[in-house]
Structure formats: structure tokens, C-alpha cells
């Protein structure tokens, strides 16, 4: 990268961090009194996602389908490709417009992983708010549709390695999955209890070895997702690890 991308990037991720900082005792005030948020500054640099042309090929074509930045994307990226040996599926609840739920099914493609990939919304919103989740109500994130994803999906030629399952999960869609095996499941439903049962009904299918992934472990907007996350510690079966990124994942031992 040249000093002059360099600099942009350095300006505008610091334009960025200090808008937040200041902003986050007005938007998120029950989060910081908490004593448990504060910005987050890795002093680390490497940063192999700029130089990943295969990641940002695809990358670029779904960001404007995705609130999960560049970070958490290619995390999910590179899971995939550490969980190659790893049997089965790779499902995402909580897919908003696609574009992480398309990533993983491009990087599945580019791996040779044949078994397909479940995208599973209400496309209507959230679901299952309940006290936990106090910046939350049913049928945030309701800016979307189906035929978002289905366009998005057509136009990266997806279409064949995708399966959409539209309905509360895994109330109403998870029958469409329950005979599948899973290596990657992706969490991005923002609410305790929706986190709850999907876990519940994921984790006796997760292969040994695969790995649960929760996105907004981080975020200051979902405390449900700490909140159960963390009920998951010093069980014996799976390790929990806090990514700086925003991410929990699950490792099933
Ligand atoms: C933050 S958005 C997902 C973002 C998405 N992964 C992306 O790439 O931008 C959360 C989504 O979860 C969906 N959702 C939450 N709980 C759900 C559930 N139990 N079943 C199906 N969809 C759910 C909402 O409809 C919403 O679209």
C-alpha cells in the first residue's frame, strides 16, 4: 500500500473511532455506565485481509449487502479454509441483505466445499427481544427482502450452493436443516433468546471440530449476546474465545 492510502485509511479509521467514542455515552449510556465498554485499540498491524485479492474480490461485491465490516468478513473467510477437512454444511442465521451469508457460500466454492449453505431470516425483522436486550425491538432490521438476497446470490452465481429458508429459525425453517451436519454457524441475530435456540439446536449438529461463530459479541447494542456467550465458559466440550473484532466463536473439542 502506498503512504498516501495509508494516511487516508489511518485518517479516516481515526475520524471514525473518535465519532464513536465520543457518541457512545448518548447512544449506548447503560453500556458504558456498565464499567464493562470502552473503544477497543489493538496496537497489532498486521492486517492480511488487505492483501487477500481473493478476499477482496468478493469482499467488494458484497459490502454494500452487509453491516459485518471487513474484519469480522474475513474471519468468517478464513475459518472456511481452516475448516476445509471438517464434515459438513455452513449455515448463517441472521442474514439481513447477504452479503456475509454470500461470502462464505463464494469462499465455499473457491474451497471445493460441496455441501451447501443455509441462509436462514424472517426477512420482517427480529424476533424474540426480550429484557436483556434493551436497544432492541421486534422487527428492527425489516429493510430488507428475500429477493435482496436472491439477487445478490444470482449475481455472484451462487445460486446452486445457497439455500434461503425464510421464517423464524429453527421454529419455523430449522426441519429444512435437521438432517445436515455443520462445520461453520454463523450467529448474527443480536438477541438473547434467538441466540439461545439457535445454539440449542445447532450445537448436537456441529461436527467435531466446527466452530460457532457469534457475531456482536462486541457490539455495545446487544448485551444478549455477551450475556449467553458467556454462559458457554468451562463447559467441557468447547473452548470460547473473544476475538477483538466483535467475535465470539465456539470451538467444539
Ligand atoms: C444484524 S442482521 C444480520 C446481518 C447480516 N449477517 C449481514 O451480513 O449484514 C440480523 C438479522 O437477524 C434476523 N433474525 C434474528 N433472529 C432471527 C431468527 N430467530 N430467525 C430468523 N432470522 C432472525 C433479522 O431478521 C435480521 O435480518
Known amino acids: 500500500m502506498g503512504y498516501a492510502r495509508y494516511f487516508a485509511s489511518l485518517a479516516r479509521g481515526a475520524g471514525y473511532s473518535v465519532a464513536k467514542g465520543l457518541a ?20 497489532s498491524t498486521y492486517s492480511p485481509w488487505l492483501t487477500d485479492a481473493a478476499f477482496q474480490r468478493v469482499y467488494r461485491a458484497v459490502r454494500r449487502n452487509t453491516l459485518v465490516d471487513q474484519w469480522r468478513c474475513y474471519e468468517l473467510w478464513t475459518l472456511l479454509g481452516e475448516l476445509r477437512e471438517i464434515p459438513g454444511a455452513v449455515i448463517e442465521v441472521g442474514v439481513w441483505r447477504g452479503g456475509s451469508g454470500a461470502l462464505m457460500a463464494a469462499r465455499c466454492a473457491e474451497l471445493g466445499i ?17 429484557e436483556v436486550d434493551i436497544y432492541y425491538r ?39 436443516a435437521e438432517d445436515h451436519a455443520f462445520r461453520l454457524v454463523h450467529i448474527d ?65
Open 24 to 43: 457512545l455515552p448518548a447512544v449506548r449510556r447503560e453500556a458504558v455506565q456498565s464499567g464493562a465498554h470502552g473503544m477497543v485499540y489493538p496496537v
Open 114 to 130: 460441496s455441501e451447501p449453505t443455509f441462509l436462514c431470516d424472517t426477512w420482517t425483522g427480529m424476533v424474540k427481544t426480550g
Open 138 to 176: 421486534d422487527g428492527k432490521h425489516d429493510d430488507t427482502s428475500k429477493q435482496i438476497v436472491e439477487q445478490l446470490v444470482r449475481r455472484m452465481d451462487l445460486a446452486d450452493r445457497v439455500q434461503l429458508l425464510e421464517g423464524i429459525f429453527p421454529d419455523a425453517t430449522g426441519a429444512a
Open 189 to 253: 441475530v443480536d438477541v438473547y433468546q434467538s441466540a439461545f435456540d439457535v445454539f440449542e439446536w445447532a450445537w448436537p449438529r456441529l461436527s467435531a471440530g466446527g466452530v460457532v461463530v457469534f457475531d456482536d459479541y462486541g457490539c455495545p447494542a446487544t448485551p444478549g449476546i455477551p450475556r449467553f456467550v458467556d454462559e458457554q465458559r468451562g463447559l467441557a466440550d468447547r473452548l470460547v474465545v473473544h476475538n477483538l473484532n466483535g467475535h465470539a466463536l465456539i470451538v467444539k473439542r
